[in-house]
C-alpha cells in the first residue's frame, strides 16, 4: 500500500486532547487506508520536526499509537517504527534520570526520571503483534510516547523542577558542562 504521507499540525501544551486518556485503536482500523495514513502522517511529521517520537494525542488524534525513531548516535539505530494500542512494563526497578523535551512544549528541557529497561507489547498497523524490549533511550523515548496517550506530558514526571531550562540556555550551560573534562581544567 503507497500512502503520501504529509505534515501534520503538532499541538502544544493547552490544547485538551494532549490531556485525554486516548481511545484503543477499534479492530476495523487495522490495516485500512486511514491507520496507514495516519501512521504515515506521524513520522513523515515526526521527522520534519526533528523529533524522535510523535504520538496521535500530539496531532489531536486521540487514539493509542506512536511513531518512533533512534537515530544510532549512542545506541544502535531503529528504523521509524509505529506501534498501535501499547502496553508498557518495567524490567526490573532500576531507573535513570535524563533530559527530555517534547514537540509539544518547544523550547525546554527537563531531567526526568525513567525505567532503565522496559516491555512493549502492542500491534503494527497492519495489525500483526509487536513485542520489544528496550533499554536506555530507547526505553525513554517509547516511555515518553506512551506517556502521551495516558494524558501525561515530561513535565508532570519531572521530580524537581529546578532542571527545566530553555534549550538555548541548555545547550551553551548544561551541555558544555557534560562536555568538559574536569582534569583538564
Not at 500491534?123 to 524490549?133: D, F, H, I, K, Y
Request: include cysteine; charged fraction near 30%; aromatic fraction near 6%.
Amino acid at each position: 500500500m503507497t500512502v503520501q504521507a504529509q505534515k501534520l499540525r503538532v499541538i502544544r501544551l493547552g490544547h485538551p486532547v494532549l490531556r485525554k486518556i486516548a481511545e484503543p485503536v477499534p479492530e476495523d482500523l487495522f490495516d485500512s487506508g486511514r491507520l496507514h495514513n495516519l501512521a504515515a502522517d506521524l513520522i513523515h511529521t515526526m521527522r520534519l520536526e526533528e523529533g524522535v517520537g510523535l504520538a496521535a494525542p500530539q496531532v489531536a488524534e486521540s487514539l493509542r499509537l506512536f511513531a518512533y525513531w533512534l537515530p544510532g548516535e549512542d545506541e544502535p539505530e531503529v528504523e521509524p517504527t509505529v506501534v498501535v494500542n501499547p502496553e508498557i512494563r518495567p524490567v526490573g526497578e532500576e531507573m535513570e534520570e535524563g533530559w527530555e523535551g517534547c514537540l509539544s512544549i518547544p523550547g525546554l528541557r527537563g531531567l526526568v526520571p525513567r525505567y532503565r529497561r522496559i516491555k512493549v507489547k502492542g500491534r503494527a498497523v497492519s495489525g500483526e503483534p509487536v513485542s520489544l524490549t528496550a533499554d536506555g533511550f530507547h526505553a525513554r523515548v517509547l516511555q515518553h510516547e506512551h506517556d502521551h496517550l495516558d494524558g501525561i506530558v515530561f513535565l508532570d514526571r519531572m521530580t524537581a523542577m529546578r532542571s527545566l531550562a530553555y534549550e538555548p540556555e541548555w545547550e551553551q550551560y548544561v551541555l558544555t558542562a557534560e562536555d568538559e573534562d574536569p582534569e583538564t581544567e
